[in-house]
């Protein structure tokens, strides 16, 4: 399993238009994709209801894993986005 740290970017953390955009790209993705908080539970990426619940804020470290197929490449495509500030596209 591959994992990674970052940083979220966006202005409203993992909240509204970032969280959906993230979602999306996350069920894109051919290796399952979990998502945490350092302290918390992984959740699926995926699923914006599990996103929601972890009450993410910018500035706040996650923390990503990814399992299967292409695995470091979607890791790649989900960490360029949450560092990125989606609020301002």
Same mark, same amino acid.
């Given at each position: 399993?591959? $994992?990674?740290?970052?940083?979220? @970017?966006?202005?409203?953390?993992?909240h509204?238009? #970032? @969280?959906?955009?993230?979602?999306?790209? /996350?069920?894109?993705? #051919?290796?399952?994709?979990t998502?945490?908080? #350092? !302290?918390?539970? #992984?959740?699926?990426?995926?699923?914006?209801?599990? +996103?929601?619940?972890?009450?993410?804020e910018q500035g !706040?470290?996650?923390?990503?894993? /990814?399992?299967?197929?292409?695995? $470091?490449?979607? +890791?790649?495509?989900?960490? @360029? +986005?949450?560092?990125? !500030?989606? !609020?301002?596209?």
């Amino acid at each position: 399993m591959a $994992e990674r740290t970052t940083v979220v @970017a966006s202005q409203s953390g993992l909240h509204a238009r #970032p @969280a959906a955009v993230f979602v999306k790209a /996350a069920a894109e993705q #051919p290796a399952k994709v979990t998502i945490r908080k #350092p !302290d918390g539970e #992984p959740v699926d990426a995926s699923s914006i209801l599990s +996103l929601m619940t972890l009450g993410v804020e910018q500035g !706040d470290e996650v923390i990503l894993a /990814a399992e299967g197929d292409r695995a $470091e490449e979607a +890791l790649d495509t989900l960490i @360029a +986005l949450l560092e990125t !500030d989606l !609020d301002a596209e």
